[in-house]
C-alpha cells in the first residue's frame, strides 16, 4: 500500500483541517512539516510539489493532491465520512456555512496576508488588529447560520459535518489573536463538544508544534 503523506504546517488552519480528516477517517499517515515563517514554502523542494507555494500538500492513494477543501472532498467521497447530506438543498446550506469560514475568512487572515499588511503599515500591531477585523465579524455571521439546525451538539446536528472542520482552526486563530467571539453561544458550544473529539483533539496544532 501506497504510504500517506502530509506536508503541512502545525499552525496552519488548512492543513488542520486534513489532520483532522484524517483522523476521522482513521487514515495513518507520515507528516513532513513544512516552516512557513522561514520560507521552507517558496523552495524549489516544495513549488515542485505545489507551484502555489502552500500547504497542505497530500500525498495519497497514488496521488498528490492540493487545496484543503478538494482534498476533504476527495476523502468524503472516497472514506465516505459523511460530511456533506445528501440531499442537494441541505447539502447546499451545510456547504455554505463551511466556506463562511473556509473562503470567507481563512483566506484574508493567512500568514502572507497579515504579513503584508504589517509590511505596508510598517507596525507589527497591525497583525493582530488585521485579524480581529475579519475573524469576529465573520464568527458572528458563522453563529447566525448556525441558527437553521438544533444544537446536537455539532454544527449542524447530531453528526460532524464539513464546518466542524473548518470551525476549529478558525477558533485556535480567534483565540491565538484574542479576537473575541464570546457572544456566540452556538461556537461555544461546538467548541466544547468537539474538543473532547479524538480526532480533533489529536490534530490540534499544540501537538504538532516543532
Not at 501506497?2 to 504546517?9: G, I
Not at 469576529?136 to 446536537?152: I, S
Not at 470551525?167 to 453561544?185: G, K, V
Not at 458550544?189 to 490534530?203: C, D, G, I, T
Request: aromatic share 8%.
Amino acid at each position: 500500500m501506497t504510504e500517506t503523506v502530509l506536508y503541512d504546517y502545525y499552525r496552519s488552519s488548512a492543513s488542520y483541517r486534513l489532520r483532522i480528516a484524517l483522523n476521522l477517517a482513521g487514515i495513518e499517515y507520515r507528516q513532513v512539516p513544512v516552516d512557513l515563517p522561514g520560507k521552507q514554502h517558496r523552495t524549489g523542494e516544495h513549488l515542485a510539489r505545489n507551484p502555489q507555494g502552500l500547504v497542505p500538500v497530500l500525498e495519497i492513494d497514488g496521488h498528490r493532491f492540493t487545496q484543503s477543501l478538494a482534498i476533504l472532498d476527495y476523502l468524503d467521497r472516497t472514506r465516505n465520512l459523511g460530511l456533506l447530506p445528501e440531499d442537494p438543498a441541505e447539502r447546499c446550506f451545510v456547504t455554505a456555512a463551511a466556506h463562511a469560514i473556509a473562503v470567507d475568512i481563512h483566506p484574508v487572515c493567512n500568514l502572507q496576508v497579515a504579513s503584508y499588511a504589517v509590511k505596508l503599515t510598517e507596525d507589527q500591531a497591525t497583525r493582530q488588529k488585521w485579524m480581529q477585523r475579519f475573524i469576529t465579524p465573520g464568527l458572528a455571521a458563522f453563529e447566525t447560520l448556525l441558527e437553521r439546525w438544533e444544537q446536537t451538539p455539532y454544527c449542524t446536528g447530531d453528526r460532524i459535518t464539513l464546518p466542524d472542520i473548518c470551525l476549529m482552526p478558525q477558533i485556535y486563530n480567534a483565540e491565538r489573536w484574542e479576537a473575541d467571539f464570546s457572544d456566540c453561544p452556538r461556537i461555544l458550544k461546538v467548541r466544547a463538544a468537539l474538543s473532547e473529539h479524538p480526532a480533533f483533539a489529536a490534530a490540534h496544532p499544540d501537538r504538532h508544534a516543532p
